[in-house]
Nanobody
Framework: QVQLVESGGGLVQAGGSLRLSCAYS????????SGWFRQAPGKEREFVAAISWTGGNTDYADFVKGRFTISRDNAKRTVYLQMNSLKPEDTAVYYCAVKLDNAGTNYYSTAYQYNYWGQGTQVTVSS
């Protein structure tokens, strides 16, 4: 069982920045692809960004391209989401997820592909 803990959410004004962190348990040698998703009130969970275990391959939802950056530090077993130029429509609970990927080079952009999820962290962007 892999446990994930997100942190870094909060209240920020439009145009501001936040960096989310996701710390996951387990061996540093286990290859997990990782992703960030978000869910706003009354809406379905949606994909935000994904990264391979190597960090060399990434994918982003169109609505965050150029504003958000996903990265990781495998030695710390932590995945990050740097969010810049935040908009009120970015308000949501942000979830981190990981999936075992032995190849280490794949990323996954749909929620059903992930095995383990964090509890989420609230991001609120005021106008």
């Amino acid at each position: 069982q892999v446990q994930l803990v997100e942190s870094g959410g909060g209240l920020v004004q439009a145009g501001g920045s936040l960096r989310l962190s996701c710390a996951y348990s387990g061996s540093t040698f286990t290859r997990y692809a990782s992703g960030w998703f978000r869910q706003a009130p009354g809406k379905e969970r949606e994909f935000v960004a994904a990264i391979s275990w190597t960090g060399g391959n990434t994918d982003y939802a169109d609505f965050v391209k150029g504003r958000f950056t996903i990265s990781r530090d495998n030695a710390k077993r932590t995945v990050y989401l740097q969010m810049n130029s935040l908009k009120p429509e970015d308000t949501a609970v942000y979830y981190c997820a990981v999936k075992l990927d032995n190849a280490g080079t794949n990323y996954y952009s749909t929620a059903y592909q992930y095995n383990y999820w964090g509890q989420g962290t609230q991001v609120t962007v005021s106008s």
